[in-house]
């Protein structure tokens, strides 16, 4: 019996090589090196604006769309480095998502909110089906009694 758990727990899954990322002329993340293993939990801990969202953002290049952002240094997923010119930062977000501390919703109502992803990844068409998601997910979530009114 193996106590260990998966065989390809030990393979590494994300690799982050001599990561630097400024904001302007602000010198955030300095030579970033980390290797993080697929199936295993990772935790980032530290004081607030120590720099662990941004190291985050930097994984699925959320920080692409900050304007001042420089981002330099190699980041892997699966032996690519998602970096590379022919890699598509939207396919990257897609593959790597992000759960905020705070909600973070759009600037949208409640229903669009909800609907947002299964519409964009056309999971469910407007309509009946759409709507059934909503209220389901929003059932799910213990909300419905409470916003069903104000979607």
Request: net charge neutral; glycine share 6%; proline share 3%.
């Amino acid at each position: 019996m193996k106590l260990s758990g998966n065989s390809d727990a030990s393979r590494t899954k994300i690799s982050v090589q001599d990561l630097n990322l400024h904001y302007g002329d602000h010198h955030a993340l300095k030579n970033i090196s980390v290797e993080l293993k697929e199936n295993n939990i990772t935790a980032l801990i530290g004081p607030s604006g120590c720099g662990k969202s941004t190291f985050l953002r930097c994984l699925n290049r959320m920080n692409d769309l900050i304007d001042i952002v420089k981002v330099d240094g190699v980041v892997s997923v699966d032996g690519k480095n998602v970096y590379d010119n022919d890699v598509d930062e939207v396919a990257v977000r897609k593959h790597i998502g992000m759960v905020f501390q705070q909600p973070n919703p759009f600037p949208k109502s409640i229903y669009d909110n909800v609907a947002y992803a299964p519409l964009k990844h056309q999971q469910v068409k407007k309509g009946e089906d759409c709507d059934r998601l909503v209220e389901k997910s929003l059932r799910s979530a213990g909300l419905w009694d409470e916003v069903k009114d104000k979607l």
